[in-house]
């Protein structure tokens, strides 16, 4: 008997802020890859997570949240992240929320549409529809008015949908040898994955005083007997924001490292020594040498 003919392509998973692309993400890997939260503009860097089922290998590239009106270097630059991910794809899926199509919706279809690329629109947070039937009419409403390959519900929060998103997708890859091993799941070092656990627990804890204005850096990062050692440091913009995120007593920073290393360790699979800083960087978001430094090149 021959062998399955191999496939394998690279899917944009593209959206606004906040309708949930990291989410669906980790559903689709079946474990948590990209960081969430529910403040906006959590995504700041593209992302791959490669799913491979039999012959069949998708290649999804996590991108930030598109912004209508970027405020500094660093929304301009995620937004540039988003156009530069479509140049080298085969298909995408516009998330959207099953609750309302948003002006912001239609702008980013029209860019998959002008990069040329088959749509396939996720629906996603049908679950919380006031009343169920509304789904129908919605599908049948944007389906009516755009040209997409296929418009699936899901919730990305419970996995429900993703299989059949998955089928819609693979049915449309072209004929290619897969572009990595199959029981690889990203390509990001592990060192990426430290600095976003952290940014995620502080962005978690801070809840709406400080969404954008702190970063990771990781300082250094070494493996050495079953023990991986981890220094960083989460830059705020201000003095002021310096003494939030330490909290009274250095209380809330010592949350914020302990569920961090909680998690890298669960990760990575070994014990972990974290240590956390907090230091006043003024200006990071519209310093291009800044972001430069944190891999947030052009």
Same mark, same amino acid.
């Given at each position: ?13 593209? *959206? ?6 990291? !989410? ?11 960081? !969430? ?5 959590? /995504? ?42 479509? *140049? ?40 919380? +529809? ?27 929060? /419970? ?11 693979? *049915? ?13 799941? !990203? ?19 801070? *809840? ?5 204005? /702190? ?12 023990? !991986? ?37 669960? +990760? ?11 230091? /006043? ?12 430094? +944190?891999?947030?090149?052009?």
């Amino acid at each position: 008997m021959s062998a399955a003919v191999e496939r394998c392509g690279l899917v944009a998973i593209v *959206g606004r802020a906040n309708v949930g692309k990291s !989410t669906l993400l980790n559903a689709i890997l079946g474990q948590k890859l990209s960081i !969430t939260s529910r403040k906006p503009q959590t /995504t700041r860097y593209q992302l791959l997570g490669v799913k491979t089922v039999d012959a069949t290998q998708l290649v999804f590239v996590d991108t930030p949240g598109w912004q209508r009106h970027p405020k500094n270097e660093l929304n301009r630059r995620m937004n540039r992240q988003v156009r530069h991910a479509l *140049g080298d794809c085969d298909r995408a899926v516009l998330v959207v929320d099953a609750r309302y199509w948003h002006a912001d919706d239609e702008l980013v279809y029209q860019m998959l549409v002008q990069a040329g690329l088959p749509v396939v629109l996720a629906l996603n947070k049908h679950d919380l +529809l006031k009343q169920k039937s509304e789904l129908l009419p919605t599908i049948a409403k944007l389906a009516a008015e755009h040209e997409f390959a296929a418009v699936v519900p899901i919730c990305a929060r /419970t996995g429900a949908g993703v299989d059949a998103l998955l089928a819609e997708l693979a *049915g449309g890859l072209p004929e290619r040898a897969h572009l990595f091993p199959s029981d690889q799941i !990203t390509d990001r070092p592990e060192r990426f994955f430290a600095s976003e656990i952290i940014r995620e627990k502080t962005l978690r804890f801070l *809840g709406d005083e400080l969404p954008y204005r /702190t970063t990771v850096l990781i300082d250094d990062f070494q493996d050495e007997d079953g023990l !991986t050692r981890i220094l960083a440091t989460i830059w705020v913009e201000r003095d002021s924001q310096k003494s939030i995120v330490i909290g009274k007593d250095g209380e809330l920073l010592k949350r914020i490292s302990t569920e961090a290393r909680q998690d890298l360790e669960q +990760l990575l699979d070994r014990r972990v020594y974290l240590r956390v800083w907090v230091k /006043t960087r003024r200006g990071w978001s519209d310093s291009p040498e800044a972001l430069q430094s +944190l891999g947030l090149g052009e």
